[in-house]
């Protein structure tokens, strides 16, 4: 079963962590300087904000999925509706190490499909990125959206 994926770009880490505390009665699952997860069974959702320096908002939306296969099923979903993306393997970001098919819905907004293989220590190994760098948060490949959240 796929998990909805949300991540909200923050300019106050800590007074938001405090806030989705309360709105999930839960602490997060993962918290670094510039970054937190909560990882809920109820709703089921991997809910992150990270304060990198990009503009506050709806940073990208997506789904994990539990499989290599069920990423697979989501791409070949998309692209037989005729949205096509750009995969990623084995990329590093948001502190995890993922396969990713990224698109881009009718009003621009990026799309993170993505099967999560393991953690990683730095928010992004690929750019060399650590925690006291700011540089927006996961990042769609720019060739999928018309802004993209990178700097």
Known sequence: MSRFHLHIA???????IAFYNAVFGAEPTVVKSDYAKWQLED???NFAISARGAK????????Q???????????????AAGVTGVAE??????YARSDKYWVQDPQGIAWETF??????PLFSEAAGD??????????????????????
């Open 10 to 16: 923050v300019d106050d880490l800590d007074r938001n």
């Open 43 to 45: 709703p089921r959702i």
């Open 56 to 63: 506050p908002g709806v940073d990208h939306v997506g789904l």
């Open 65 to 79: 999925s539990e499989s290599e296969e069920e990423l697979a099923a989501i791409r070949t979903r998309l692209e």
């Open 89 to 94: 393997e084995n990329a590093t970001c948001c």
């Open 115 to 120: 099967h999560s293989l393991g953690t990683i």
């Open 130 to 151: 650590d925690a006291s760098e700011s540089s927006g948060a996961c990042c769609p490949p720019a060739t999928t959206t018309t802004g993209g959240c990178c700097p």
